[in-house]
């Protein structure tokens, strides 16, 4: 489970949110560091829970990347250099390796029964589908720039891609259009309050509202990921 300090880093969060607009329904907000230690904030209730540590059960490299998988109820946490995805039920923490990739796959925004995420060597959207396992193929994807982070908005669908500007993509993988410059996001982005949570350089969370005005969320969490689960 999370250590004591992590949650006490985490729980900064409940001051925090309170800057951010009133909610219009509620979301879990799911964090994880490099290591896949994983803890969730349930803006509803405001209460913090720690779930799990993906190190604790199997060997972890480097994870970049965490996404909510409704339809199954569970967390996914993706490591990229060993590479592996994880699978973490979000009630008891129980981590289970769930497919190697076969690239550096990192982000993560599950759609449709489909986890699309970034190929670091290629920078290009991929997708794999979550009943099989499968890649597939994007053969019209376009390069992101660099980019780490991804996000859905599970309202509307629209898929994200952060690096040094925030884009919008459409499942082929190519870019539907910028929505605002950023400052590099170094970890992990999604759709929030009409806005964007992101992982900066320095492992903090933060949040864009819809003009690109950034506004502090979570500081001196060492965090690498955020998922949002939507109502």
Not at 8 to 32: H, N, R, T
Not at 159 to 167: E, V
């Amino acid at each position: 489970m999370i250590n004591v300090s992590k949650i006490k880093l985490l729980g900064l969060s409940l001051v925090l949110l309170s800057m951010l607009p009133l909610q219009l329904s509620a979301a879990v907000i799911f964090f994880a560091d490099n290591n896949g230690v994983v803890g969730a904030y349930d803006d509803e209730t405001l209460s913090l829970t720690a779930i799990g540590d993906v190190s604790a059960q199997f060997p972890v490299s480097q994870n970049i990347g965490i996404a909510y998988d409704a339809v199954n109820s569970r967390i996914l946490i993706l490591d990229r250099n060993r590479p592996m995805v994880f699978a973490m039920d979000p009630s008891t923490g129980t981590a289970t390796e769930l497919f190697n990739p076969g690239i550096q796959f990192q982000g993560g925004a599950v759609k449709n029964g489909v986890l699309y995420g970034i190929n670091e060597s290629t920078q290009l959207m991929v997708a794999f589908d979550l009943t099989t396992f499968a890649s597939i193929p994007l053969a019209a994807a376009e390069n992101v720039d660099h980019s780490h982070a991804m996000g859905v908005d599970v309202a509307t669908g629209q898929l994200y891609i952060g690096g040094d500007r925030l884009l919008e993509m459409n499942d082929d993988g190519t870019i539907g259009g910028e929505v605002f410059p950023i400052e590099y996001i170094d970890g992990d982005i999604d759709p929030y309050l009409g806005g964007f949570l992101y992982v900066d350089y320095a492992a903090n969370v933060n949040w864009y509202d819809s003009l690109g005005v950034s506004t502090e969320f979570l500081s001196d969490a060492q965090v690498d990921s955020v998922g949002v689960t939507g109502s």
